[in-house]
């Protein structure tokens, strides 16, 4: 059964009663090169990011954290 692979970066921030949440949607990108590059830019810009590779078929799908940042939540 073939696998469908894909990247992507997720970022967070903090609100004023220091709760963190998630900015929009997880951002995808076509390689794992794009996505690292794009994480460790935000890096900079909020108060945390994550990069993941997502492979999924129709069975299960698991997630390979590439690269992390900053605060985040576990549980996305």
Not at 27 to 43: P, V, Y
């Amino acid at each position: 059964m073939s696998s469908l692979i894909h990247f992507e970066v997720v970022i967070f921030d903090q609100g004023d009663a220091g709760e963190l949440f998630t900015v929009g949607e997880p951002i995808g990108f076509k390689s794992e090169e794009e996505a690292l590059q794009a994480a460790k830019k935000l890096a900079s810009q909020h108060n945390g990011v994550v990069a993941w590779r997502r492979e999924s078929n129709l069975e299960v799908s698991t997630r390979t954290v590439l690269y992390r940042a900053g605060e985040i939540i576990d549980s996305v």
